[in-house]
């Protein structure tokens, strides 16, 4: 039998290929290594080196990595794939050792060129019979209704708080800041805040000065809008009604901060009013006080001491999108609590989607509103495994703005036709999303097993925007995405609380017809264009997180697993290093194969990020263990401090404390200057 190494190292030659012979990924690797390499071209032999030395398939590959670990311009990058080297053997040998269906398909893999048995096996479980994988995955997620929700929404415009979140960057290198259309002292703090080092990366983020018709708070809000008045003319809505929309603000760049309130107010002043909008700003300062203000004093009255810090840890807008979407979710309990006790729910959007009303009404049977008015969201039933759930959440689904001429329910990530080269070769997550789109995202309740009355479909793959919690459910359950989570926040989210507790599990209702138009590729492209390798690390990353999450919940990974593969669970992986190192080096190496300068850039890009963003990961593994543990621990007692405080604050309030009354009128003055809309 070969040994774990032997393996790995046989793995390794099926994707790059040896002795002339074309591997898997089809990438001539190396071609790409250069021992002489020197400047622009310094990036492409390292990656290759990483790979070569990894099968070893060149034996100058792994010493010359050495070497160059000591170069001036160089050495942090030579260093992280040097060092990737020793933690993937490390890990490889780890996992077999621990896991004896893992050791037999690192094995079959080696053997027999199966390669995501090692990498992908949930893609692989896709792949088998899509068809059948889908019915299958359907009837797994099935509910049996015991008891719909004798209360369910009936004015959502009132009843909702809807929220949503922005991102903020500085402007690009090619932009003269003196010729933005904003006021001197708005261009002088942009161009202070420019010269800072980035601290945060997001998918698409929105360049300061951005022309209107390019920039997502405006699309977003004026589509929302619109929908509401689509929701008047239906007479869902009082003719006066505004509903409030709550915005956090996270920014790239610590210096947008505090110029971030008055820029969005000149932006909005400068476009036709949202009339049927009542629009809030929070910032990383605005939460702050809402913690030193409001919620570390309430602790205090209620001797829950020694809070603040904990709060602050977890209270905020700024940094990975785990920390924006807890607020976002979080706040709606305090707003209820404080200052519109009419508030039952929270929805949250993306700026880049709208609601297609008409659509909505003539092939879902009803608009937005109507469509949340459903007693499925907060009913009760018993899931396929025999575990009581509670359905306090509400899922819906995106349908692409090229695709929604074909139809509303045309899903927005369809199967490919082929499995494509490099990457893929060891993972390729649209082969799982496709399938979950199909078998969750899609399903439309008849009378048939799914009636939408008596059973219904539970979701675990849901999307960013176009998902809410009613309050009550909110606060029993008190769900949170972990902080450290910077890509698939919406996914994460359900884990925290997946097995929590002794009575009924919290989970998402499936309402069918419930669909948002995304529209990001009709009016943002070239900032999605600018923030594809922070993007693409951050994939990396969120599999790096998730395999670790997974390992901390106290059900266990293997239950979490089962639970949520194939396509969540396609990012808890059993060899999280190796498989982010091998997609990250098949990435670059299919991009130095190009004759295109820029790929060239992006790929060597890509590797610098990786080293500094994955490097910090891998280095706090290597000293920790688990590099998630504890911050997770923490981040949990935080947040069951903020829903005590809840708790506590409101009864006192119901008795009408004088302290709890004072400090509900005092949230609600830091909440008046965040308002951004014009009366």
């Known amino acids: 039998m070969a ?15 040896a002795q002339g012979e074309a591997g898997l990924a089809e990438l001539d690797v190396a071609g790409q290594f250069d021992p002489q390499a020197a400047g622009d071209a310094m990036a492409r032999s390292l990656n290759a080196a990483f790979l070569l030395a990894l099968g070893n398939l060149d034996e100058r590959a792994e010493t010359w990595l050495a070497e160059k670990c000591s170069d001036s311009n160089h050495g942090a990058v030579a260093r992280f794939y040097h060092d990737a080297v020793r933690l ?121 000065g951005i022309d209107a018709e390019q920039n997502e708070v405006i699309y977003g809000l004026r589509g929302l809008n619109e929908s509401i008045a689509f929701e008047k003319q239906r007479g869902n809505a009082d003719p006066d009604d505004r509903i409030t929309v709550l915005l956090s603000v996270s920014v790239t760049h610590r210096g947008l901060q505090h110029l971030a309130v008055d820029y969005l107010r000149q932006t909005l002043a400068e476009v036709e009013p949202f009339e049927h909008l009542r629009v809030y700003v929070i910032t990383e300062e605005a939460a702050d006080q809402l913690v030193d203000r409001v919620l570390a004093p309430a602790a205090e009255r209620l001797g829950l001491n020694d809070v603040g810090e904990l709060l602050h840890r977890v209270i905020g807008v700024d940094g990975a999108y785990g920390r924006h979407y807890s607020f976002l979710k979080a706040i709606a309990a ?16 993306d700026l880049d989607q709208v609601f297609p009303q008409k659509e909505l009404v003539e092939q879902a049977g009803g608009s937005a509103f109507e469509l949340f008015s459903t007693p499925l969201w907060g009913a009760q039933g018993i899931d396929r495994d025999g575990e009581p759930i509670e359905l306090g959440m509400i899922a819906g689904a995106l349908v692409n703005e090229s695709d929604i001429g074909r139809g509303l329910f045309t899903p927005d990530v369809t199967p490919p036709r082929t499995i494509p080269p490099g ?13 979950s789109t199909e078998a969750e995202m899609m399903c439309r309740y008849d009378a048939s097993d799914l009636d939408g009355r008596t059973s219904a479909l539970q979701r675990i793959h849901v999307t960013g925007g176009t998902n809410g919690i009613l309050i009550a459910s909110l606060r029993r359950h008190r769900p949170f995405t972990p902080t450290f989570i910077g890509r698939a926040e919406d996914q994460a989210y359900l884990l925290s609380v997946l097995y929590r507790g002794e009575g009924p599990k919290l989970r998402y209702a499936h309402r069918p017809g419930l669909i948002m138009r995304h529209d990001k590729h009709a009016f943002a492209g070239d900032a999605i264009h600018a923030a594809r390798e922070g993007r693409f690390v951050g994939d990396l990353l969120r599999t790096l997180y998730f395999s670790y999450y997974a390992h901390v919940l106290p059900w ?121 809309d014009s009366d």
Request: glycine letters at 4%; aromatic letters at 8%; a negative charge.
């Open 334 to 349: 305090l707003w209820a609590v404080t200052i519109d006790p009419k508030i039952k729910a929270t929805f949250k959007i």
């Open 88 to 208: 993937i053997r490390a890990e490889i040998e780890q996992r077999s050792d621990e896991d004896s269906h893992f050791r037999n398909d690192l094995q079959r893999a080696a053997s027999d060129g199966s390669i995501w048995a090692a990498t992908f096996p949930e893609g692989l479980w896709c792949l088998e019979n899509p068809a059948e994988r889908a019915a299958e995955l359907r009837q797994r997620r099935g509910v049996s209704i015991s008891q719909l929700n004798p209360e369910p929404l009936i004015a959502p415009g009132r009843q909702i708080l809807f929220t949503s979140n922005v991102l903020l960057t500085v402007p690009p290198d090619s932009q003269d800041i003196n010729a933005l259309p904003l006021s001197n002292d708005l261009k002088n703090a942009v161009r202070k805040a420019a010269e800072e080092p980035q601290l945060y990366w997001y998918d698409h983020p929105i360049p300061i």
């Open 423 to 435: 990457e893929a070769s060891v993972f390729y997550t649209r082969i799982t999303m496709a399938l």
């Open 3 to 17: 040994t774990m190494s032997q393996s790995l190292t046989q793995l390794i030659r099926r994707i790059v290929g």
């Open 556 to 676: 266990g990974a293997d239950r979490t697993k089962r639970t949520i593969d194939p396509f969540t669970g396609g990012f808890v992986s059993r060899i999280p290093i190796t498989l982010v190192m091998l997609r990250l080096s098949l990435a670059c190496a299919e991009r130095f194969a190009t004759d295109d300068t820029d790929q060239h850039r992006e790929a060597a890009c890509m590797s610098k990020l990786a080293a500094d963003r994955l490097g910090e990961v891998f280095e706090r593994t290597e000293q920790q263990g688990n590099p998630i543990a504890t911050p997770w621990a923490e981040e949990r007692r935080a947040w069951d401090a903020y829903y005590d405080i809840l708790d506590g604050w409101e009864r006192c309030i119901a008795q009408d404390e004088d302290w709890a009354q004072s400090l509900a009128q005092a949230t609600g003055q830091l909440m008046h200057p965040c308002r951004i």
